[in-house]
């Protein structure tokens, strides 16, 4: 196993049990949080462009951040849910290529994860008002972060190893390439790692083939062998990653949220946007506001 995973940490936004109707239907989803379900009653159905997975009883679900998804019920359906931020020292996220739908078989230790992690972590509910002027994110956020900071450590070392429990069930699931980041090389590693980092400063091929002592031409080869995309398409979708968390947790302004993930003017900022998303910034901005943080 890689010591790295042990690195990373998890920011507890939302934990609760619901039941839902018909009204849980949200199309075009992307949020910047994690989503774990634990399904005991009822259906429903998490979809994306080419996947389509039923929710149902005796299942656990995982939809890694960043992934867009449809969510759907279409008459019942009883659910617990957790919602959390990753937060890792390198930057690199568990999940970082493998933005897809995932669903195994819960265990009794699992369902019993959940029901635990919501013990322990009480007044974790979402208010669903329809109205999204209740939604005043930075302050939204700022609210549930506090609660993090009251947790004892007891409260709070449970919450981590619940959630790392949870998660370990999905590193051997087919196709999730977590268990195979050692084969990566390191200079790879270190320039994701370099580019979560550093999103706001100019990041070119030169530059990064520099910093690892290669030939810009085989770096860009070898970067797209290991991670699937040319560096300048990866750093793309890492700023605009960056920018949806920046959105959908604060009020700041484009412009504003432009410069601070590295790019020099807001129409750029916009279509790049648009290209990896599918959205407007602004019309991602409406988007979160209108699913009431489900």
Known sequence: ?????????????????????????????????????????????????????????GHIYLIPSFTLCNLHCSSFLSQYFIQFFEEAPDGISLFYD?????????????????????????????????????????????????????????????????????????????????????????????????????LKIALTVNHLAGRVNQHPDYFSRHFLHYTGMRPLNYIHEKRIERAQYLIATSSTPYAAIAEEVGFDSLPHFSKVFKKVTGMTPNQYRLQNRSVNMI
């Open 98 to 198: 493998n933005r897809t739908l995932m669903k195994i078989a819960a265990t009794p230790t699992d369902a019993a994860n959940f029901e635990r992690l919501l013990a322990i972590n009480p007044g974790r509910g979402i208010n669903r008002s329809d109205n999204p002027k209740v939604y005043e994110k930075d302050v939204y956020y700022r609210e549930y972060q506090e609660l993090n900071t009251l947790q004892s450590d007891a409260a709070y070392l449970e919450t981590q190893g619940i959630i790392l429990q949870l998660l370990s069930r999905f590193v051997n699931n087919a196709g999730n390439s977590i268990a195979q980041t050692q084969i990566i090389p390191s200079k790879i590693l270190d320039t994701i790692s370099y580019i979560q980092m550093n």
């Open 1 to 57: 196993m890689s010591r790295r995973l042990l690195k990373h940490s998890f920011s507890l936004l939302h934990a609760d049990h619901v039941h839902l109707n018909a009204k849980w239907d949200y199309k075009h989803v992307i949020s910047p949080y994690y989503r774990l379900y634990y399904i005991d009653k009822g259906e429903g159905t998490i979809s994306s462009t080419h996947q389509h997975i039923k929710l149902e009883p």
